[in-house]
C-alpha cells in the first residue's frame, strides 16, 4: 500500500452563486521513502493539491465535490477535527516558499521549534532535543542560536529552521511547497542538499512542489506536471527529462535556456496561462498547442498509461 | 582602472568608474550615523552600443543599486557614469531629464511598476509629453499605437487599465514605456524573474528582437545564469558591491576563473540527467555588506582560499586571459 494515495481530487472554490473549479480530477500516489516533485506554472492547482493532503485549505470557500485522499489507507477528506490535528504537522509535515513568513517574529526559533515537540511527542521536549534537530539540519553552533529571533538568521538559516520543526513529529510525508523558489542559487543548492541527504537518513517521503524543471533532475523519483488543474504528465523523473511526452511538458521544457546551451532562439509557448475559471473546453493545453488538432477542441482527454509507468493526458499520444 | 575595459577603436555608450554608492545606516536618537552599507563599492566597466551585459549575483550583492545608480534613480556616492562621453554623475533636474531620454529602465515586479489608475495610452504617451516627442495628438497617437504593436499588443489595448492585463503583458507595457523615448540604454532589472516559466521565452525574445531592430543597448541584471548567458554578449559577476569577474558570455560560463562564479554556476540545478557536474557546495551565507569580511569578500566562503593573503590583500580585477578579467590572487 503507499503512504499517500489521492484519487480523482476536485476542488472547487465557492464565491457566491460561482463555483470554480480549481482542481480536476487528480490522481498521484507517494509510496514510502519516494520523492514525487509536482511540477506547474502559477494557478495550475499544484499547491492547493499538496495543502489538501492535511486539509489545510480552508472550507469555505474550498469544497470537495468528488474524490479521496488516502493516507496510510484512511481518507483524509472524511476525518474529524481530532484525527485531523494528529495529522497535521505530525504525519505529514509542511514547509513554504516564504520562511520569514511562516516563522512567528516574536518567539525565539528555540522556543518554536519546542512547541512542535511538545505537540507531536510523548516525552518531555528539552533544549538538548531542539539542539539536535538544528543540528541535523545543519545550522552551526545551535547552541547559541536557539536563543535567536527569526529576524538575526537569513533567508538560508530561515528555511532550515523550518526544516527543523517540520522534522520535529518525525513525519512520514515532508511536503516542501517551493521551498527554495525565494532563496539564492548557491543557497538553494544547500536546501536541496539537505533534503536528500535527510531523506536517505530518516526514510521519509517528500513531496516537492516546484516551477523549476532543474530541481527534479537533482532530487524527485517520479514527476507529476500540472497544468490548468489536471495532471497532464506523470513519469519517472529520469524518463520525463530524457523524453518528455505531452506537448506542454515539451513547451516547457523548450522554452528555458540552458546553461552552456546554443543560441538559437527560444521556443515559446503562444499566449499565457489560464486562469482559474476561463479554462478551455476540450483539452486545457490545446490552444497553445503546437501539435493541436481539430478535434483537441471539443473532446477532453483522459490521463491514459501510454508506456509502462508513464501516463499523459493527450488525445494524439501515437504521436508523441 | 575603467579605462582598460575600453576596446580599441570603438565608443562606448557607458563607461562606468570607480562607482561607488554606500548607504548611511543611521541609529539612536539623533539618526548618528553609525555605518555604511557598501552596496556598490569601486564598479568600473563600460557598454558598448547595442550591446547586452549581463549582471549576475545573488541578493544584497549591490546588482539592483548598480543598474539605479547608472540610471541615477539613486545618487551615486562617488565616481562617474560617462553616458556618451558626458558625465552623469553629477547632474539633476531639467539637465539629468534632458540626459535621461537616452536610457531607461524596466522593472522586475510588472504589477507594481504600472499605475493602476492611469490607462495603457496614459503610461506610453506621459513618456511621449515629457520629452515633447510628438507635435500633434494625431502624431502622439499613433506612435503610441505603433509602440504597442513594437512590443506585440494591439492598438485597443490603449484604452485599458493594467489590472486588465496577465503578467507578460504588462511586462510589455512596461518595455513599451521605455521604448517611447527611443533610448539608447536600456537597464532590465530581473525583467523575468517575475514571470510564469512558459512566458519568459516570449519577453526574452521580444528584448532580443528589440534590440536587433533598434539597436539598444541592454544591462540585463538577473539571477538565473542561464538566462543571462542566453541573452548576454558579456557577462559581470558582482559578490558583495564588488565585480569578481567579467567575460564573454561563453567564457565565463564554460571556464569561470573565480571561485565564486565557479561555486555559482555549479549551484544552478540542470534539466540534463546526463550531466555529470559536481556541484561546489559553499559554506555559510553572503555576509552582511554594512561589515564585510577583510581582505577578499569572498575568502570566508571560498574553498581555495589561503591564509593569510587572502584575509589581508583586497585582489583587484585583473586581465587574466585576454578580455577575461577577475578578482581572485589565484586565477589564471
Known amino acids: 500500500m503507499p503512504l499517500l494515495e489521492i484519487k480523482n481530487l476536485k476542488l472547487d472554490f465557492v464565491a457566491g452563486d460561482r463555483s470554480l473549479r480549481a482542481v480536476d480530477d487528480v490522481s498521484f500516489t507517494i509510496d514510502a521513502g519516494e520523492t514525487v516533485c509536482l511540477v506547474g506554472e502559477s494557478g495550475c492547482g499544484k499547491s492547493v493539491t499538496a495543502l489538501s493532503i492535511a486539509q489545510l485549505v480552508p472550507m469555505p470557500p474550498a469544497r470537495y465535490p468528488g474524490g479521496e485522499i488516502l493516507l496510510n489507507g484512511r481518507d483524509v477528506l472524511k476525518m474529524s477535527k481530532q484525527e485531523l490535528r494528529g495529522i497535521r504537522g505530525g504525519v505529514v509535515s509542511y514547509i513554504f516558499q516564504d520562511p520569514s513568513a511562516s516563522l512567528n517574529p516574536v518567539f525565539r526559533v528555540g522556543n518554536q521549534i519546542k512547541e512542535s515537540l511538545k505537540l507531536h511527542r510523548r516525552e518531555k521536549a528539552t533544549d538538548e532535543e531542539v539542539i539536535r534537530l538544528l543540528k541535523l539540519v545543519g545550522i552551526p553552533a545551535p547552541e547559541s542560536r536557539i536563543k535567536d529571533y527569526p529576524h538575526q538568521m537569513s533567508g538560508g538559516m530561515q528555511q532550515r529552521v523550518m526544516i527543523a520543526m517540520a522534522l520535529a513529529s518525525e513525519p512520514k510525508l515532508l511536503v516542501a511547497d517551493e521551498p527554495t523558489t525565494a532563496l539564492d542559487v548557491t543557497i538553494q543548492a544547500q536546501i536541496l542538499e539537505l533534503l536528500l541527504d535527510l531523506k536517505k537518513r530518516l526514510g521519509m517521503s517528500i513531496l516537492l512542489i516546484t516551477h523549476n524543471l532543474g530541481i527534479v533532475g537533482d532530487i524527485a523519483d517520479r514527476v507529476a506536471v500540472m497544468y490548468a488543474g489536471q495532471v497532464v504528465e506523470m513519469s519517472p523523473a529520469l524518463e520525463l527529462l530524457k523524453r518528455p511526452l505531452h506537448p506542454y511538458t515539451k513547451a516547457l521544457m523548450n522554452s528555458v535556456p540552458k546553461l552552456s546551451g546554443n543560441d538559437e532562439r527560444l521556443k515559446m509557448i503562444p499566449g499565457s496561462v489560464p486562469t482559474l475559471g476561463s479554462f478551455p473546453s476540450g483539452c486545457r493545453f490545446y490552444p497553445r498547442c503546437p501539435s493541436a488538432h481539430p478535434e483537441c477542441a471539443t473532446t477532453a482527454p483522459p490521463l491514459v498509461e501510454v508506456m509502462p509507468k508513464r501516463w499523459v493526458r493527450c488525445l494524439y499520444p501515437k504521436e508523441l | 582602472m575603467g579605462a582598460v575595459f575600453v576596446s580599441e577603436g570603438i565608443v562606448n555608450l557607458l563607461e562606468v568608474k570607480n562607482l561607488k554608492v554606500h548607504f548611511p545606516v543611521k541609529h539612536g536618537l539623533f539618526s548618528r550615523v553609525k555605518a555604511h552599507v557598501k552596496a556598490v563599492d569601486d564598479v568600473s566597466f563600460a557598454i558598448q552600443p547595442g550591446e547586452t551585459l549581463g549582471l549576475v549575483g545573488e541578493s544584497g550583492c549591490g546588482k539592483t543599486t548598480l543598474g539605479r545608480a547608472i540610471v541615477k534613480l539613486v545618487e551615486p556616492t562617488a565616481g562617474s557614469i560617462l553616458f556618451e562621453g558626458e558625465d552623469i554623475a553629477q547632474l539633476s533636474g531639467s539637465e539629468l531629464r534632458k540626459r535621461r531620454r537616452g536610457f531607461q529602465m524596466i522593472f522586475q515586479d510588472p504589477y507594481g511598476s504600472l499605475n493602476p489608475r492611469m490607462t495603457v495610452g496614459q503610461i506610453i504617451g506621459e513618456a511621449i509629453d515629457i520629452h515633447k516627442l510628438a507635435d500633434s495628438t494625431t502624431a ?193
Open chain 2, 140 to 332: 502622439r497617437q499613433k506612435r503610441i499605437v505603433d509602440l504597442l504593436k513594437a512590443v506585440g499588443l494591439d492598438a485597443i489595448h490603449a484604452q485599458r487599465y493594467p489590472h486588465e492585463f496577465s503578467g507578460g503583458q504588462r511586462q510589455r507595457i512596461g518595455i513599451a514605456r521605455a521604448l517611447a523615448v527611443e533610448p539608447k540604454l536600456i537597464v532590465c532589472d530581473e525583467p523575468v524573474s517575475a514571470l510564469d516559466v512558459s512566458v519568459q521565452a516570449q519577453i526574452i525574445n521580444l528584448l532580443q528582437d528589440l534590440q536587433q531592430k533598434m539597436g539598444i543597448a541592454y544591462l540585463f541584471i538577473a539571477h538565473d545564469l542561464a538566462v543571462v548567458e542566453h541573452i548576454s554578449r558579456r557577462v559581470m559577476v558582482m559578490y558583495l558591491g564588488k565585480v569578481v569577474e567579467l567575460a564573454e558570455a561563453k567564457a565565463i560560463i564554460g571556464a569561470p576563473k573565480h571561485p565564486y562564479t565557479q561555486a555559482l554556476i555549479s549551484a544552478v540545478p540542470v534539466v540534463d540527467p546526463d550531466s555529470k557536474r559536481k556541484r561546489i557546495l559553499l559554506p555559510g551565507d553572503v555576509p552582511s555588506p554594512i561589515n564585510p569580511p577583510s581582505g577578499c569578500p569572498f575568502h570566508p566562503r571560498c574553498p581555495i582560499a589561503e591564509l593569510p593573503r587572502c584575509q589581508a590583500e583586497i585582489p583587484g580585477l585583473r586581465e587574466v586571459t585576454p578580455g577575461h578579467w577577475a578578482a581572485c590572487h589565484f586565477a589564471k
